[in-house]
């Protein structure tokens, strides 16, 4: 019985790690489709059929910053919230992510925003998951924790904070359990890799895509070697805009209508994106 107990105990221990190689396998064999947008920005698509569990739909845009870093913008309304599509086209994007956390009833980012020096929202979220800066000018751009030095980075012309900060000098960084974390949901993120900034939703809340927890997204921005990441909000909010694409623009599958189709926009208070 003794020697039983320790055979199960073993493969409750191995077993994780036995999945963990099975994911980061298949993730790093996947083959992706690839589309270059304009020069210096490349999309790339691909559906897993046995990913963390599931199936999992997820789209990325590199972004090459020594071409595109002038033209990196944040778009938001201190009230109200509109469609990521809609700011989008206002703003005349190549291609978008919806960006931080808002208030659902009246509008407006519940986390710092600040764009092009005028401070669009103050923060009001006080949960701990809200722990990041992504921070930029035309010269420089950081994705950083959030300290008594990183606040001061509030000066710089442009800051959206979100949370939680999953990957910091290439590692993942540790993050709090409970249902927001550990839950499979829809993600949205904002990265750096190299010189490159990466904008990534994952689509979920269908069988066709199931969504991922926080760990297992770090886990996937450790395999595609980002050096920075933060979470964005996520659920029904991921969104993903590009030009001149079908379905007003829209190229994954955002959930808040609960179909899987292009069509589930969810209203937003602000938007990362690169303009024309």
Same mark, same amino acid.
């Given at each position: 019985?003794?020697?039983?107990?320790?055979?199960?105990?073993?493969?409750?221990?191995?077993?994780?790690?036995?999945?963990?190689?099975h994911d980061s396998t298949?993730?790093?064999t996947q083959a992706w489709?690839?589309?270059?947008?304009?020069?210096?920005?490349?999309?790339?698509q691909a559906h897993f059929?046995?990913?963390?569990?599931?199936?999992?739909?997820?789209?990325?845009?590199?972004?090459?910053?020594?071409?595109?870093?002038?033209?990196?913008?944040?778009?938001?309304?201190?009230?109200?919230?509109?469609?990521?599509?809609?700011?989008?086209?206002?703003?005349?994007?190549?291609?978008?992510?919806?960006?931080?956390?808002?208030?659902?009833?009246?509008?407006?980012?519940?986390?710092?925003?600040?764009?092009?020096?005028?401070?669009?929202?103050?923060? @009001? #979220? &006080? =949960? /701990? *998951?809200?722990?990041?800066? %992504?921070?930029?000018?035309?010269?420089?751009?950081?994705? !950083?924790?959030?300290?008594?030095?990183?606040?001061?980075?509030?000066?710089?012309?442009?800051?959206?904070?979100?949370?939680?900060?999953?990957?910091?000098?290439?590692?993942?960084?540790?993050?709090?359990?409970?249902?927001?974390? @550990? #839950? &499979? =949901? /829809? *993600?949205?993120?904002?990265? %750096?890799?190299?010189?490159?900034?990466?904008?990534?939703? !994952?689509?979920?809340?269908?069988?066709?895509?199931?969504?991922?927890?926080?760990?297992?997204?770090?886990?996937?921005?450790?395999?595609?070697?980002?050096?920075?990441?933060?979470?964005?909000?996520?659920?029904?909010?991921?969104?993903?805009?590009?030009?001149?694409?079908?379905?007003?623009?829209?190229?994954?599958?955002?959930?808040?209508?609960?179909?899987?189709?292009?069509?589930?926009?969810?209203?937003?208070?602000?938007?990362?994106?690169?303009?024309?």
């Amino acid at each position: 019985m003794k020697n039983l107990f320790l055979f199960l105990l073993f493969l409750s221990a191995a077993f994780p790690t036995s999945a963990q190689e099975h994911d980061s396998t298949a993730f790093a064999t996947q083959a992706w489709t690839t589309q270059t947008l304009k020069k210096g920005i490349v999309w790339k698509q691909a559906h897993f059929h046995n990913l963390f569990g599931g199936e999992q739909e997820i789209n990325l845009i590199e972004i090459d910053l020594k071409r595109h870093l002038k033209k990196l913008r944040l778009a938001g309304i201190s009230k109200e919230t509109k469609l990521t599509s809609t700011f989008a086209q206002e703003n005349n994007a190549v291609v978008a992510i919806n960006g931080g956390f808002f208030n659902t009833k009246i509008g407006g980012a519940t986390d710092f925003i600040k764009i092009e020096g005028e401070v669009i929202n103050v923060t @009001t #979220n &006080k =949960h /701990p *998951r809200s722990n990041a800066f %992504l921070t930029f000018d035309k010269r420089s751009i950081q994705i !950083i924790p959030q300290t008594a030095d990183s606040i001061r980075e509030t000066k710089v012309d442009n800051v959206l904070r979100s949370g939680p900060l999953l990957i910091s000098g290439g590692e993942i960084m540790k993050i709090s359990k409970g249902g927001f974390s @550990t #839950n &499979k =949901h /829809p *993600r949205t993120v904002v990265a %750096l890799r190299g010189q490159n900034l990466i904008f990534m939703t !994952i689509d979920g809340r269908n069988k066709q895509s199931h969504g991922v927890t926080l760990f297992e997204l770090s886990r996937l921005l450790k395999w595609y070697a980002c050096d920075a990441a933060m979470n964005l909000d996520g659920g029904g909010s991921t969104t993903m805009y590009i030009k001149d694409q079908p379905d007003n623009g829209i190229v994954n599958y955002p959930s808040d209508n609960k179909k899987f189709d292009h069509h589930g926009e969810r209203s937003v208070a602000n938007i990362i994106y690169i303009k024309n």
